[in-house]
């Protein structure tokens, strides 16, 4: 997701996917069964846009005033593939965008963004990456809450708070991502430094403006002024039908 930065490998995007599955972070439901645009595939190489909407729900006990906020948006997946004709791995895919509301990002982190939040993240700082400099929670924590929420309301992939939150619950089980948490910024094994200064990336630098309207038409099921992003900070979301993940 663009706001979020670039995730390369298994590795990254399962540490991605871990903020959506992980102890600490969201849960999430399908609440749109789903649209798909095939028309932007070439003979080099495949293209499936892929809309749908979702519902993220923030855990406990790390949520703003411990309420689970509930929020509707849409998402969007730009997928790049090709078929290799090999029978183990039939498909190389090269390129995997995803879309979401401008808003979508620093809406999920501001619902996290708690001293239980604050403390979580610092106790993996301190006791799992062992920053050089950072000798306590209570140092950490004061570093903490100097650091910007994000960069302009939009993205979490510079030197903030949000940007850390999301890498924090992957550094917990694989030291190999506590570059992407610590303050002094440092390379990780790929040779990237995450959240330390933002790439601003916007989603018409890598998807065409007919893919992102595509995206768009994946709705939230009920009338809002902004069907692509509905924030419920006190967690009572409507009633909606919820569609099978896989």
Known sequence: ??????????????????????????????????????????????????????????KLPYATNNVSTCIDASFGNVIKYQFTGKLRKPILISDWNVWADNG?????????DTEETARYNCETIVDVCEEEGIDSTDTCLERWNELPASDDGI????????????????????????????FTPEADGNGQTKCFESKRTTPEEYLASGQIEF??????????PNPNLVVFPDGECPDVEIFELF
């Open 155 to 182: 993205w979490i992939d510079g030197d903030s708070r949000y940007c850390r939150m999301l890498h924090g619950s992957y550094a917990r089980e694989n030291t190999f991502h506590c570059p992407h948490v610590t």
């Open 1 to 58: 997701y663009f706001a979020t930065g670039e995730w390369i490998g298994i590795d990254a995007i399962a540490e991605y996917i871990l903020w959506f599955g992980g102890d600490f972070g969201t849960e999430l439901q399908l609440i749109h069964p789903g649209l798909i645009d095939m028309s932007y595939t070439t003979e080099e190489e495949c293209v499936a846009v892929l809309g749908l909407a979702a519902r993220i729900r923030t």
């Open 104 to 112: 979508f990002s620093t809406a999920v982190a501001g619902a996290l």
């Open 215 to 224: 995206l768009q038409t994946a709705r939230v099921p009920y009338d809002s």
